[in-house]
């Protein structure tokens, strides 16, 4: 979910289970979403996207979901592993004329070997 | 191929001085876009430009400065620095527009203003 002031929200998991991570969004107009990964040190990295038409899409070992009513997104790891510890973003369009990106705060996900 | 690269990595700054952080994209997009991340917090635009020659203002782009004067370079320039631009700057491009378009992120330039 989304974290209050310098905060991360953390989830921490065992390695091999399947990991959640949540994401509620702010624009009901919003028909864009996207999720990135940022491992420390480094910038963001491109994970999944999901249009408004869509409730589901998958990955290798990744799905978004996307519920429009309560405008709820997201991202499911299947066998989380040591190198899926990192922070999560996800990401809405807003509109405007360019329809750039608003950014989440982010998930703090740690894999327990 | 390199994608997104920026310099420098890391700098620090006193009160008042200036520097601009390079950002260049060898992926030939159209689409620019300068952030900033403070601790614990989401990704903050400051500018974007949507092709060479021309730039227009994200959500804080108050002392900054950009120009796009090639396809390939997006330099962000900080006149007089403050404590309060200390942060992490991502640069970005994607081929077309953000909503429907995936953007690449650089390493970052990690700035701390004393």
């Known amino acids: 979910g989304e974290s209050v002031g310098l905060h991360l929200p953390t989830l921490s998991v065992q390695e091999g289970d399947n990991s959640i991570i949540n994401c509620a969004y702010s624009n009901s107009a919003s028909d864009y979403f996207i999720w990135y990964k940022q491992e420390s040190g480094k910038g963001p990295q491109f994970i999944i996207d999901?249009?408004?038409?869509?409730d589901k899409r998958q990955g290798q070992r990744v799905t978004v979901l996307l519920n429009k009513t309560v405008k709820h997104l997201s991202l499911q790891i299947a066998a989380t592993q040591p190198g899926d510890s990192a922070v999560y973003f996800c990401a809405e369009n807003y509109g405007g004329s360019q329809g750039n990106l608003i950014f989440g705060k982010g998930t703090k996900l740690s894999v327990k070997p | 191929n390199a994608g997104v690269t920026q310099t420098p990595k890391f700098r620090i700054l006193k009160i008042g001085q200036s520097m601009t952080l390079q950002c260049t994209q060898d992926?030939?997009?159209?689409?620019m876009y300068w952030y900033r991340q403070d601790p614990g917090m989401g990704l903050k635009l400051i500018y974007y430009?949507?092709?060479?020659?021309?730039?227009d203002k994200g959500e804080v782009p108050n002392g900054y400065n950009v120009s796009r004067s090639t396809t390939e370079d997006f330099p962000l320039r900080l006149e007089l620095a403050a404590p309060s631009q200390t942060s992490v700057y991502f640069c970005?491009?994607?081929?077309?527009?953000?909503?429907?378009?995936?953007?690449?992120f650089g390493a970052g330039t990690r700035l701390s203003v004393l």
């Open positions: 999901i249009r408004s038409n869509m």
């Open positions: 970005a491009s994607s081929y077309g527009r953000a909503a429907k378009n995936i953007q690449y």
């Open positions: 430009s949507v092709g060479a020659g021309i730039t």
């Open positions: 992926m030939n997009h159209n689409y």
